[in-house]
């Protein structure tokens, strides 16, 4: 498998599924703001040095599933 990081005398594979749920679940993620917050959360994972492995914006939440 090689998505296992691994050190000498350890190996680790940390992959979390993020769901963004707004407070009141509007359905405002597919208009303009849906590119908006895509490239902020690109730019926050390339900042901290996460893998995005998937994400998809739904109608009114966002699923991510990242490896750190």
Same mark, same amino acid.
């Given at each position: 498998?090689?998505? *296992?990081?691994? =050190?000498? #005398?350890? !190996?680790? &594979?940390?992959?979390? #599924? %993020?769901?963004?749920?707004? !407070? @009141? &679940? &509007?359905?405002?993620? @597919?208009?303009? %703001? !849906?590119?908006? *917050? ?5 730019? =926050? ?6 893998? %995005? %492995?998937?994400?998809?914006?739904? &109608?009114? #939440? ?5 490896? *750190?």
């Amino acid at each position: 498998m090689d998505d *296992i990081n691994s =050190l000498t #005398h350890s !190996k680790w &594979r940390c992959k979390y #599924h %993020i769901v963004f749920a707004p !407070k @009141y &679940r &509007r359905q405002e993620i @597919y208009g303009q %703001i !849906k590119v908006d *917050i895509g490239q902020i959360l690109r730019k =926050l994972c390339e900042q901290k040095g996460v893998e %995005i %492995i998937e994400a998809q914006a739904c &109608r009114d #939440h966002i699923h991510m599933m990242v490896s *750190i």
